[in-house]
């Protein structure tokens, strides 16, 4: 099976946006739930949000809440996250991964580096 | 919020040894719970779910066992491409990962 790709990292100032994109293939994109997932330089791994194949339900981990917005265009194969009001914490590699099995992460793609930095 | 804590955090073994990761829930989370592997600059990849359940293509040395909220993952032999970061997951409530075993070399 296909593995996503994510785009759309980059360094931006505190308190910029940005909007990360990921591509999926390989698989009836469809189908799946969708996670997104971030890791800080030298950290561990935190769960971000993840959003269910019609995108009826669309749940956000405390940190991002507010700030970050989940979507998908099954038309596309696409997965997006936009990130407003970012913050130095929020300085992390960006993974997309498919959620399997009401809430495995069974693939992910190779990430996207986000740096908030002035 | 359900906190998943590891242990330990780092271990230090050699290839042929047996190696057990501890991974507790604060609270009883069924047998939701899967174990990764994140090797250092690549994505984490997904060893085992639902406790006890091994993923396609991982090799038969990890195995998964526990319940409610005490967890556990052993190597039966570690081999060389097995040092490398661990973590567990739960999915009963969202998701949460514990912090992280970093085995390497003794």
């Known amino acids: 099976e296909g593995q996503p790709v994510e785009s759309g990292g980059g360094l931006v100032q505190p308190g910029g946006s940005l909007r990360l994109s990921c591509a999926a293939s390989g698989f009836t994109f469809s189908s799946h739930w969708m996670s997104w997932v971030r890791q800080a330089p030298g950290k561990g791994l935190e769960w971000v949000a993840n959003m269910k194949q019609d995108g009826s339900v669309k749940d956000y981990a405390d940190s991002v809440k507010g700030r970050f917005t989940i979507s998908r265009d099954n038309a596309k194969n696409s997965l997006y996250l936009q990130m407003n009001s970012l913050r130095a914490e929020d300085t992390a590699v960006y993974y997309c991964?498919?959620?399997?099995?009401?809430?495995?992460?069974?693939?992910w793609g190779q990430g996207t580096l986000v740096t908030v930095s002035s | 919020d359900i906190q998943m804590t590891q242990s330990p955090s780092t271990l230090s073994a050699s290839v042929g040894d047996r190696v057990t990761i501890t991974c507790r829930a604060s609270?009883?989370?069924?047998?939701?719970l899967a174990w990764y592997q994140q090797i250092p600059g690549k994505a984490p990849k997904l060893l085992i779910y639902k406790v006890s359940n091994l993923q396609s293509g991982v090799p038969s040395r990890f195995s998964g066992s526990g319940s409610g909220t005490e967890f556990t993952l052993t190597i039966s032999s570690l081999q060389p491409e097995d040092f490398a970061t661990y973590y567990c997951?739960?999915?009963?409530?969202?998701?949460?990962f514990g912090h992280g075993t970093k085995v390497d070399i003794k």
């Open positions: 991964a498919r959620d399997h099995s009401g809430g495995v992460l069974d693939y």
């Open positions: 609270q009883s989370i069924s047998d939701h």
């Open positions: 997951q739960q999915y009963k409530t969202y998701k949460m």
